[in-house]
């Protein structure tokens, strides 16, 4: 398994949640890497992305304030810290690469009640 996501759950509207992804060395080093999420009949789409380095971040308009993306070169991990937390927030969240993307992981499940 090269990656695997974790830290969803149910919190309710404002609430926090902190997503982590665990990646081998070769999924993660070098690599700009990305958080994406799908919600139920709808695309996946890309939510927030970081830079090998870390040194450069981008979100999508709808997160941009209330999500933050880090990563540890480290130890292989990056996370995603997400606040204020809408129901519109609500679906399965992935990590994988910007590009060169690897088979998925099984993500993990965040669900946002209103």
């Known amino acids: 398994v090269q990656l695997k996501e974790s830290g969803g759950g149910l919190v309710q509207a404002g609430g926090s949640l902190r997503l982590s992804c665990a990646a081998s060395e070769s999924a993660f080093r070098f690599n700009a890497m990305g958080w994406y999420r799908q919600a139920p009949g709808k695309q996946r789409e890309l939510v927030a992305s970081i830079t090998s380095g870390g040194s450069s971040t981008t979100y999508a308009d709808s997160v941009q304030g209330r999500f933050t993306i880090s990563r540890d070169n480290a130890k292989n991990t990056m996370y995603l810290q997400m606040n204020n937390l809408k129901p519109a927030d609500t679906a399965v969240y992935y990590c994988?690469?910007?590009?060169?993307?690897?088979?998925w992981g099984q993500g993990t499940q965040v669900t946002v009640s209103s």
């Open positions: 994988n690469r910007i590009t060169f993307r690897l088979d």
